[in-house]
């Protein structure tokens, strides 16, 4: 789950440039425990969007971890990011938690179709529409976070 690690370390290094779509990000979208125990600790100390710069955040962050997650939480807030400056820092950021939001989105697709299959669309009409109403929601917010994954 090399994604998601680049995702916490994004949360971690550089949360001003990925705070509002990581902060949305449910606990669902990290599928390795100790990323979503990480993922806990970042929404637990406030949120990206309410980080402090500097080493503060990590500091932050660490008062809400538990045995091991404090050194994964070290080690991402000093992993190598793969760019080179700042405004490929920003795209490759956007990018990488975008791509992450349209992954959990897509798992969200498939558990809203397998439930809208299990629907009677005669007997169920009202549910069945709630469902479908919620899926073509779900597919507009997929394709928009794909869009921003490839276009960032």
């Not at 916490?8 to 705070?19: D, G, T």
């Not at 990590?58 to 994964?72: D, F, M, P, S």
């Not at 798992?107 to 629907?119: K, N």
């Amino acid at each position: 789950m090399q994604l998601e690690q680049r995702v916490l370390a994004c949360a971690l290094q550089v949360p001003h440039l990925v705070a509002d779509e990581f902060d949305a990000l449910p606990e669902q979208a990290f599928g390795v425990p100790a990323h979503r125990a990480v993922r806990d600790a970042i929404a637990a100390a406030g949120g990206a969007a309410e980080a402090p710069a500097g080493p503060e955040w990590v500091e932050r962050v660490l008062e809400h971890t538990e045995g091991g997650v404090a050194g994964l939480v070290g080690s991402l807030a000093v992993a190598d990011l793969p760019v080179s400056d700042d405004a490929e820092l920003d795209r490759w950021a956007v990018s990488v938690v975008a791509a992450l939001t349209a992954q959990a989105v897509t798992r969200a697709v498939a558990d809203l179709r397998r439930r809208l299959q299990r629907l009677d669309p005669v007997a169920d009409a009202e549910a069945h529409a709630a469902a479908f109403a919620e899926l073509m929601a779900m597919e507009v917010k997929r394709r928009a976070a794909r869009e921003r994954a490839l276009g960032a």
